[in-house]
């Protein structure tokens, strides 16, 4: 729990990024991803954002490192086209510009 200029108690996991992360070695990063990562399809690994964020660790540092390694972002397909009547007041945010995972290819782990 971290407290704001007025007082009031805030979660940490909704601090922000800034007052709960530290500058994180290669190592820590490494063994960060081994441990959040899963198998994937393509025979290396993936690692959700939503992982990387709930960790609190250093999310530049972590998506520089997987990008160093190899590392590729895996975005949500584009909303398809609407049809109908209430097409229009579907909200239509971009979730390209999201990365949801990144993917590591094998033997990026070490």
Known sequence: MWRTSGG???DSAFAPVGRRVRDMEDDEIQALI???ACRHRSGGVV???AAILAEGADYTEVVEWITAHDG???TAAPPSAGRGLHA???ERGDPS???LRFVLPAGALG
């Open 88 to 90: 229009a007041r579907v």
């Open 34 to 36: 081994t441990r959040l």
């Open 72 to 74: 590729t972002a895996e």
């Open 97 to 99: 510009q999201t990365p």
């Open 8 to 10: 009031a108690a805030v």
């Open 47 to 49: 690692i959700e954002r």
